[in-house]
């Protein structure tokens, strides 16, 4: 089993900026993709950014340019800076990891609890 932890979310105004993090921890094998995923009040949950364990990244097309992900492989932790935040961002921001506990497994995705990101006008 793999848990995701997230942090880093919080209340921040219009234009303003916050950090996520994400540490996988548990029993870990090795770990594919981490990402980020967000689910607004109302809506589907949606892909915000995601980045192989070659630091390949992907991100929503509407966020590019302002949302950065980035990982560290040694500590099995993923990073989102989010800048010049506007009140459509606020959502619950989700982890996910595709990962293997062992070699022989399969692999499986995980999520954390999602963090909270508001953001006032």
């Known amino acids: 089993q793999v848990q995701l932890v997230e942090s880093g979310g919080g209340l921040v105004q219009a234009g303003g900026s916050l950090r996520l993090s994400c540490t996988a921890s548990?029993?870990?094998?090795?770990?594919?993709?981490m990402g980020w995923y967000r689910q607004a009040p109302g809506k589907q949950r949606e892909l915000v950014a995601a980045?192989?364990?070659?630091?390949?990244?992907n991100y929503a097309d509407s966020l590019k340019g302002r949302f950065t992900i980035s990982r560290d492989n040694a500590k099995n932790t993923v990073y989102l800076q989010m800048n010049v935040l506007n009140p459509a961002d606020t959502a619950v921001y989700y982890c996910n990891a595709l990962a293997k506990s062992a070699a022989w497994e399969r692999w499986y995705d995980y999520w954390g609890q999602g963090t909270q990101v508001t953001v006032s006008a």
């Open positions: 980045v192989t364990s070659g630091g390949s990244t």
């Open positions: 548990g029993s870990i094998f090795r770990i594919n993709t």
